[in-house]
């Protein structure tokens, strides 16, 4: 379900849409659902349902389909409106897009203990239940209904045990029960609840399948509470790093905003940033405040202090044994060898660095194959942008380029060649050669500097 405003967010985004760990709450739970190996996977959409739409359209799962709720008139009607979808062998799963955090082995169980046959519940204990259906048994125990806060007497509202919206009931037994719903009660709502009070009525039994986890049942109303499950997702991500070897300085000065895997002694810093797919290699070492993003860094890299590393499409490598920043910026289609030192203030796109190569001081390549052992001088640039095209610089191997060049493409520096400092290249040059493209200093003795002229 992924039809409710959000209006405690105080956002013009709907709801479902704002990120946690760096991708939409609805995707989480469809994820989820993808986990389950669900055969459809059906999004109830009302506010905002054209932009939910094409949100989770771009992401292109597989089996996605779409029921809209308009107006929004309570669970029980969202749900009505995928009853066409809904193929009557299956089991439908019935979950909510601003819960993001719910575990597939916890949905799982839940489904085990549906079997196919019962309406089983997903609840949990909460010490302040305000605001949740509470959970009415039998003396025997059994699940006898549901009762909405609204809805409920002071003995009922004594009771912690509570409803999480979440539930697994077969799709034969639900669509009829669905039919029945009414909207007489407190909110004038057609309360999807209600199904336990028909299920009770058939002879079907009602189980609950009860968590202690209030994580996974926690859902977003506000940006503060978006906060909090984003820390706890954090941390979850951070316990299941540790418990494998990574060393991660501060868990609570750490992201996760995609998919990370690590070698064996991997060490993070403090308040390090991961995005998309970032594959960490034995023993690579991530300094504080570092961003990095669709890359893979291959074992014994160190990764100072403040670098940016952003492969987008194209990826980023980032070979054995290199040293990166601090204060480095690596952008996609950087791939570099092993050894290769990148210094700070030091930006790499787009171009390929072979082992033993040096960047150490406040240059740009881009669009550039470096040779092995190339040492590439400070303030130095390649110029591959004609205001139209890019083209290709290439740097042969033992090339050393002095400080403050410029590198005009295209344009190769033969083997073994030397660029002198403060020199424009504009032509290639051949391997071995000293190669200098800059003016003829000038001095003047005794030079007399213009001087203000006194106020008048």
């Known amino acids: 379900m992924a039809a409710g405003k959000g209006t405690r967010m105080k956002s013009a985004l709907p709801k479902v849409l704002h990120a946690l760990a760096g991708k939409p709450m609805v995707q989480h739970v469809i994820d989820t659902a993808r986990a389950l190996q669900a055969r459809h996977t059906i999004v109830i959409t009302g506010h905002g349902a054209e932009q939910v739409e094409q949100v ?5 799962v597989q089996g996605l389909q779409f029921a809209r709720q308009m107006p929004q008139l309570g669970t029980g009607h969202a749900v009505q409106q995928a009853v066409p979808l809904l193929a009557d062998d299956g089991v439908v799963v019935i979950l909510s897009g601003d819960v993001p955090l719910t575990r597939t082995d916890t949905l799982q169980a839940l489904l085990d ?9 997903l609840t949990i204990d909460f010490d302040d239940p305000t605001g949740y259906g509470r959970i009415v048994r039998s003396p025997s125990g059994q699940v006898h209904a549901i009762v909405e806060h609204k809805d ?20 034969r037994l639900l669509k009829p029960w669905l039919a029945r719903l009414d909207n007489q009660n407190a909110q004038q709502e057609y309360y999807l609840t209600d199904v336990v009070k028909f299920a009770e009525a058939d002879g079907v039994p009602v189980v609950a399948h009860k968590i202690d986890d209030a994580t996974q049942v926690a859902g977003v109303n506000s940006p503060a509470q978006l906060a909090e499950l984003e820390r706890a997702y954090q941390q979850r991500q951070a316990q299941a790093l540790m418990a494998d070897g990574v060393r991660i300085i501060d868990p609570a000065r750490f992201d996760v905003r995609g998919e990370l895997t690590c070698g064996q002694d991997v060490q993070i810093d403090v308040n390090c940033i991961f995005e998309g797919r970032v594959q960490l290699g034995q023993g690579v070492k991530v300094g504080a405040n570092c961003v990095l993003a669709n890359c893979v860094i291959e074992a014994g890299a160190v990764i100072h202090p403040f670098t940016h590393i952003d492969g987008e499409k194209l990826g980023v490598t980032v070979g054995e044994g290199a040293l990166i920043g601090p204060f480095a ?3 996609p289609g950087a791939q570099l060898g092993a050894e290769v ?17 040096k960047a150490n001081h406040l240059a740009y390549l881009g669009d550039a194959t470096v040779g092995e052992r190339v040492n590439y001088g400070a303030g130095s640039i390649t110029a591959n942008y004609d205001g139209a095209n890019k083209h290709r610089t290439v740097i042969e191997a033992d090339v050393h380029i002095g400080s403050n060049c410029v590198l005009v493409a295209p344009v190769t520096i033969g083997a073994g060649g030397t660029v002198g400092g403060g020199s424009t290249i504009t032509k290639s040059t051949e391997p071995g050669a000293l190669s200098v493209a800059r003016g003829k200093q000038v001095s003047i003795a005794n030079w007399n500097r213009p001087q203000k002229q006194p106020k008048a």
Do not use: D, W
């Open 152 to 171: 409920a007497n002071e003995a009922q509202r004594a009771i912690h045990e509570v409803y999480s919206g979440i539930m697994a009931v077969p799709a």
């Open 329 to 331: 910026r690596l952008r």
């Open 341 to 357: 030192h990148i210094g700070n203030f030091v930006e790499v796109k787009n171009s390929t660095m072979a082992k033993g190569a």
């Open 56 to 60: 989770l359209r771009r992401a292109q």
């Open 113 to 121: 203990v549906c079997a196919g046959q019962q309406l089983a519940l």
